[in-house]
Each structure stands twice: as C-alpha cells, then as structure tokens.
C-alpha cells in the first residue's frame, strides 16, 4: 500500500539556519504530494504541495520539488524563523479521489 | 470565512463507555472528512463522505465506530464501546470536493482519552 516515510524530531535549530526536513514515499501510480504544518495549538494546514514529477511547490519561504526518480519530496527553507516552530507532515494522495496517506510528521523547533 | 468547527476539544472517559464528536465543515464544501491521529502517527482516513453519501470507509472500524453525515453538512463520529486504544486526537475536514488534489480544510481535532 501507499506509505509515506519522514525524519524523525524533533529536529532543532537556531535563527536563520538551513532547514532540510526528509521525506520519501512509495506508492501505486503517480501520487501528489504535500506538507501539511501544524502550529502549536491549532488545526494542519496545507503548506505546500506538487502534483507531478519536477514541479517545484514553495510557500512562505519554503520549497519541495517532486522528485520521481528517488521518490522524495524533501522539505527545505534557507533561513528559519522562530515562528516556523510547528509539525510538518509529508502526505500524498493517488487515484481518483483526495484520500491523504501522511508520514508520522517531524516537530521542528528554532531558538534564539 | 469560518474554518472547520469541531466539538468537544477534549474528553476523557472509561473504556467501554460510549461517544461522539461533531464537526461542521467550511459552509459548500461537499467532501468531509474524518481522521485518527494516534500520538507519534500521522493521521490516518477514517471515512470519507460525498454529500451525505459514504466513499470511502475501508479504515473504520466498523465494530465500533459509526458516523453519519445526514443533510450533507455537519457530521457526527461515535464510538462504542471505546477501547484503551481509542485514545487519540480525532481530526475533520472538508473540501470543496472529493476529487484529487482539492485542498481539505482541519479543524483542531478533538483529543480522546480512554482510561
């Protein structure tokens, strides 16, 4: 079956740092991916997301690219803010229909 | 533009005890759906409701787990009898539709606690 596999947290850096948050997936077909964010007391909400091989999604400073050929979908941001501090889920869906499979989602804090 | 509302936020209650949790989607999203999020685990599909019809309920467990989505707008999940294993944060969401791809819309769970 469809599975999604993301690092483990927490992952933690300090202001203006280099984010990389891992994510590979295996799945039947061409999936769409996603990163979802949780922030600290409220609801997931869609980061980013690409729906085929070589696109690039980016919002609010982050950026994924669809990457077939390893089956990656690795998250990356060139300088974190302490208002990044949430959990990121990777996610994909495949078929017809808008079932998400999500990874079991890395917690990322930033400090001062 | 109101978001996903969910209700309770939490409840605690003993095992083999009875519950059930409300969600109202995004006001013409046609697509809701419910998750379970165990602690250290993503969320995981439940069921999914077109309108009032069910799409896809291969994950729930039908034992114990029931939902109902009666006039294509809010939505009940009710468990009985709850299990220890039941503890979990339970997420909705809605969509403008069922098809790929449509952003789904979470509301802030509600968290359970099985004692």
């Known amino acids: 079956g469809d599975s999604v596999t993301q690092m483990e947290g927490p992952v933690t850096l300090s202001e203006e740092a280099f984010l990389t948050i891992n994510c590979t997936y295996t799945?039947?077909?061409?999936?769409?991916l996603f990163w979802y964010v949780q922030y600290p007391g409220e609801g997931l909400q869609l980061l980013l997301k690409?729906?085929?091989?070589?696109d690039k999604g980016s919002n609010k400073g982050f950026e994924a690219t669809y990457r077939k050929e390893t089956t990656s979908f690795h998250l990356e941001k060139g300088s974190v803010q302490v208002s990044d501090s949430a959990v990121y889920f990777c996610a994909l869906s495949t078929g017809g229909g808008n079932k998400l499979t999500f990874g079991t989602g890395t917690q990322l804090k930033v400090e001062l | 533009e109101a978001g996903v509302a969910q209700s309770p936020r939490y409840k605690i209650i003993e095992k083999r005890q009875s519950v059930a949790f409300w969600c109202n989607p995004i006001s013409g999203h046609a697509t809701l759906y419910w998750y379970q999020q165990i602690l250290g685990q993503g969320p995981k599909l439940l069921i999914q409701f077109q309108n009032n019809g069910v799409v896809d309920d291969s994950q729930l467990p039908k034992d114990r787990f029931s939902a109902e989505r009666l006039k294509g707008v809010d939505s009940t999940l009710k468990i009985q009898p709850a299990k220890l294993e039941d503890s979990a944060v339970y997420l909705c969401?809605?969509?403008?539709?069922?098809?790929?791809?449509?952003?789904?819309?979470f509301g802030p769970g509600t968290r359970l606690t099985v004692l």
């Open positions: 969401a809605s969509s403008l539709s069922g098809s790929r791809d449509n952003e789904q819309f």
């Open positions: 690409a729906t085929k091989a070589d």
């Open positions: 799945a039947t077909g061409y999936p769409s």
